[in-house]
């Protein structure tokens, strides 16, 4: 995790969790002069609702503004992870064992930098995938992205 991503997510945590939420994870994806910071925000029990993400927004907002970690403009979306939920630390990915995931990595490992498969767990700091009957044990830390694939059936 980036120095950017630690120091906003140290910011933000506690703001979302005492509201009652669990803090999902977040994104920032500075783009010049037009920066987007989005947070994830889930309630295992009553799901996420468009008021949620209003109630959050205002509170990240005046945070955002008082302690203003961000110095070029930015847009700042807070959402419910979604069916297609980001993966951004290993204890979600262990609660994610058996699912299919989309997991994008920061440089090529064997040759690729994109698997799509069978989550099969984690060992030590190794996520384990399954793509095509072969495992792979994916760096934690070299993961740049990744996704559950929602199964509809």
Known sequence: MSAKLQQLETLL?????GLGYEFWGLEFRSQGYQSLLRIFIDDANDGIGVEDCEKVSR???????????IQSEYTLEVSSPGMDRPLFRLEQFEA????????RLRMAFEGRRKFLGLLKGVEE???VVVVDDHEYLLPFDSIERANIIPVFE
Not at 13 to 17: G, M, N, T, W
Not at 59 to 69: F, H, Y
Not at 96 to 103: L, R
């Open 59 to 69: 509170q990240v907002s005046s945070v955002m503004d008082v302690e203003d970690p």
């Open 125 to 127: 700091q190794d996520v």
């Open 96 to 103: 994610f064992v058996g699912h299919k995931v989309q997991i």
């Open 13 to 17: 945590r506690p703001v979302v969790e």
